[in-house]
């Protein structure tokens, strides 16, 4: 933030649109609004625990980028072995 | 053999018209021989910008429907011998040409002309389709604002999705004097957001207003600064190494502290 910001508590609007874009260009480019990425992490949780224990509340699904390909990026701690239902 | 350029950017009003006519004027004025072709049918426009509209006999439906031959739907711009304009006809939809007319078309073009320049309806339907079906080379117009950015974005993945990309941008009515307030998205941001190679950038500018009331193409007026970034882009083209143009505004050093005070930036 600067020191504009700090003064009048405004975040200037070019920042705001680029931040605003950026995500909805995300979806846009995959056609896979929020909502649907919601569904899809609930589905991928459900299908991993058949196989291994997770932690579901840790889980972490989101859609990166590196110029323009896209990446689904999932983050799924597994549950710790002293942790482990025996 | 020609290169087939097409103009697109999704969104309407941002400046694709104009850009087609002072790119063809900046390459004819460079020696090359271009055909500017108007796919925008039904709602024609690039005759006016190029101040050609009283000339017009036939158009674009008319070749495709055989009523006239190739030649004598060509206007020939008589500031510049070597620019000519196929205008699009204005009482018909886009339905009256499909996209392999467009490559015929552009097929028997190419082998007379440099540079065959498509100026591309907005929206992603048919006429999008028609625009981009025979093009060698694609450039996306759009301005530094959300929305534009966003239907570019979408532009930019269907031409990919046509294996006609990689587009290339160019970024119109950049205000420096609002990108330095940081209340307009930048270059950079742009290039960045859409993560294609930028072409070129052209300024506000009052001047293309004023020429584009005249009918005369903005880079036929030396002093415009938009003019001058339309040039660099047809010599970029060329395939020449175009230095990108400071995009700073020519003001003394108190005015601008006073402005950049006044404005609490």
Same mark, same amino acid.
């Given at each position: 933030?600067?020191?504009?910001?700090?003064?009048?508590?405004?975040?200037?609007?070019?920042?705001?649109?680029?931040?605003?874009?950026?995500?909805?260009?995300?979806?846009?480019?995959?056609?896979?609004?929020?909502?649907?990425?919601?569904?899809?992490?609930?589905?991928?949780?459900?299908?991993?625990?058949?196989?291994?224990?997770?932690?579901?509340?840790?889980?972490?699904?989101?859609?990166?980028?590196?110029?323009?390909?896209?990446?689904?990026?999932?983050?799924?701690?597994?549950?710790?072995?002293?942790?482990?239902?025996? | 053999?020609?290169?087939?350029?097409?103009?697109?950017?999704?969104?309407?009003?941002?400046?694709?018209?104009?850009?087609?006519?002072?790119?063809?004027?900046?390459?004819?004025?460079?020696?090359?021989? !271009?055909?500017?072709? @108007?796919?925008? #049918? +039904? $709602?024609?426009?690039?005759?006016?910008?190029?101040?050609?509209?009283?000339? *017009?006999?036939?158009?674009?439906?008319?070749?495709?429907?055989?009523?006239?031959?190739?030649?004598?739907?060509?206007?020939?711009?008589?500031?510049?011998?070597?620019?000519?304009?196929?205008?699009?006809?204005?009482?018909?939809?886009?339905?009256?040409?499909?996209?392999?007319?467009?490559?015929?078309?552009?097929?028997?073009?190419?082998?007379?002309?440099?540079?065959?320049?498509?100026?591309?309806?907005?929206?992603?339907?048919?006429?999008?389709?028609?625009?981009?079906?025979?093009?060698?080379?694609?450039?996306?117009?759009?301005?530094?604002?959300?929305?534009? !950015?966003?239907?570019? @974005?979408?532009? #930019? +993945? $269907?031409?990919?999705?046509?294996?006609?990309?990689?587009?290339?941008?160019? *970024?119109?009515?950049?205000?420096?004097?609002?990108?330095?307030?940081?209340?307009?998205?930048?270059?950079?941001?742009?290039?960045?957001?859409?993560?294609?190679?930028?072409?070129?950038?052209?300024?506000?500018?009052?001047?293309?207003?004023?020429?584009?009331?005249?009918?005369?193409?903005?880079?036929?007026?030396?002093?415009?600064?938009?003019?001058?970034?339309?040039?660099?882009?047809?010599?970029?083209?060329?395939?020449?190494?175009?230095?990108?143009?400071?995009?700073?505004?020519?003001?003394?050093?108190?005015?601008?502290?006073?402005?950049?005070?006044?404005?609490?930036?």
């Amino acid at each position: 933030m600067g020191w504009f910001e700090r003064l009048t508590g405004r975040e200037r609007s070019a920042k705001k649109a680029k931040d605003r874009l950026r995500l909805v260009l995300i979806h846009d480019r995959t056609d896979l609004p929020p909502a649907r990425l919601e569904a899809l992490k609930d589905e991928l949780i459900a299908v991993i625990s058949r196989y291994v224990e997770i932690e579901p509340q840790a889980v972490e699904i989101q859609l990166s980028q590196d110029g323009r390909e896209q990446y689904l990026v999932a983050n799924i701690p597994l549950k710790s072995p002293g942790r482990r239902r025996s | 053999m020609g290169k087939v350029l097409t103009i697109t950017s999704g969104k309407g009003g941002v400046g694709k018209t104009t850009t087609t006519a002072n790119i063809g004027a900046a390459l004819a004025g460079l020696g090359k021989k !271009v055909v500017c072709i @108007d796919a925008d #049918i +039904g $709602l024609r426009n690039l005759d006016l910008v190029l101040g050609l509209e009283n000339r *017009i006999v036939y158009d674009l439906v008319d070749v495709v429907e055989g009523r006239c031959r190739l030649r004598q739907a060509m206007i020939r711009d008589k500031r510049l011998p070597e620019l000519y304009l196929i205008p699009a006809a204005q009482t018909r939809d886009k339905t009256a040409v499909s996209p392999s007319d467009m490559v015929e078309i552009c097929d028997e073009l190419r082998r007379e002309f440099d540079w065959v320049l498509i100026d591309s309806p907005a929206g992603i339907e048919r006429g999008f389709r028609n625009a981009i079906a025979p093009a060698d080379e694609v450039v996306v117009v759009t301005n530094p604002e959300v929305s534009s !950015v966003r239907d570019a @974005d979408r532009i #930019i +993945g $269907l031409i990919e999705a046509e294996e006609k990309g990689p587009a290339r941008l160019i *970024i119109n009515r950049l205000d420096p004097r609002m990108v330095r307030s940081g209340d307009m998205l930048s270059v950079e941001d742009v290039v960045e957001l859409l993560a294609i190679e930028l072409l070129g950038v052209i300024p506000e500018d009052e001047s293309i207003v004023i020429n584009t009331n005249r009918g005369m193409p903005v880079v036929l007026n030396p002093k415009s600064k938009a003019g001058q970034a339309f040039h660099n882009i047809a010599r970029r083209l060329l395939g020449e190494k175009v230095p990108f143009m400071p995009i700073e505004e020519e003001s003394g050093g108190l005015r601008k502290l006073l402005g950049r005070w006044l404005r609490g930036g």
